[in-house]
């Protein structure tokens, strides 16, 4: 298995550019999220989904958008980069155990995005 | 709202002497408590998690956790620790059945021959 698989690895962007991060698993799992890690910061939740067609917004949500059309895939996107995007992003995935399960996650590789 | 406290930034530790990354919590509830390693340039990998039951968690690699709920804590712990350990750890947090979990800031972990 792949697990969950990031792309690009590395990204420089100038301010006001967009693109989108993707995300990608194929271990069949409903719940997916992204974080992004900054030093001293620790990993902050950016927005996740827990099915196809569900998004919702994290602790740090604003400037990305999500949609999620497929159970696979669960794309970042930035609309008008700013230089406090710059980071690193990780996308993770899990498949939900239940009201009283721990939710063990997958994380992808990691994005390393800079924002001139 | 919950959250989680690692107060030390920085661990130096001795090759083969044993080794602690301090872990404190504050969650509503019963606690799901994990532990993750990131290598270099790499994502987060599990480590170990308590659910319930006995205080003392083992987990991959040789690593243990021990479960303190009347000081809220959560600390890593290795006997024996090896060069290879030296990594940035993460103590996370969440409630039963939670995906959301709140992070720590890490600490990294310098284990020196």
């Known amino acids: 298995n792949a697990g969950v698989t990031q792309t690009p690895k590395f990204q420089v962007l100038k301010t006001g550019q967009s693109m989108t991060l993707q995300c990608a698993q194929d271990m069949n799992h409903e719940y997916m999220s992204w974080y992004r890690q900054d030093p001293g910061m620790g990993l902050r939740l950016i927005h996740y989904?827990?099915?196809?067609?569900?998004?919702d917004q994290g602790e740090v949500p604003n400037g990305y958008n999500v949609s999620r059309s497929t159970t696979e895939d669960f794309p970042l996107r930035l609309l008008s980069a700013a230089p406090s995007q710059t980071s690193v992003y990780f996308c993770?995935?899990?498949?939900?155990?239940?009201?009283?399960?721990?939710?063990?996650?997958?994380f992808g590789a990691g994005s390393r995005l800079t924002v001139l | 709202a919950q959250s989680v406290a690692q107060p030390e930034d920085q661990v130096n530790v001795a090759e083969g002497n044993p080794l602690t990354v301090k872990c404190t919590y504050s969650v509503s509830g019963n606690p799901y408590l994990f532990w993750y390693v990131q290598y270099p340039n790499r994502g987060l990998q599990f480590l170990l998690k308590?659910?319930?039951?006995?205080?003392l968690v083992k987990g991959s690699y040789g690593f243990e956790a021990e479960f303190n709920k009347s000081q809220t804590s959560f600390h890593l712990k290795k006997p024996s620790a090896l060069v290879s350990d030296s990594a940035l750890y993460f103590c996370a947090a969440g409630g039963a059945g939670s995906y959301q979990l709140t992070f720590g800031k890490g600490t990294k972990l310098s284990v020196i021959p």
């Open positions: 989904s827990v099915g196809a067609g569900i998004t």
């Open positions: 993770a995935s899990t498949k939900p155990q239940g009201a009283h399960g721990a939710n063990v996650l997958t």
């Open positions: 308590y659910i319930t039951g006995d205080n």
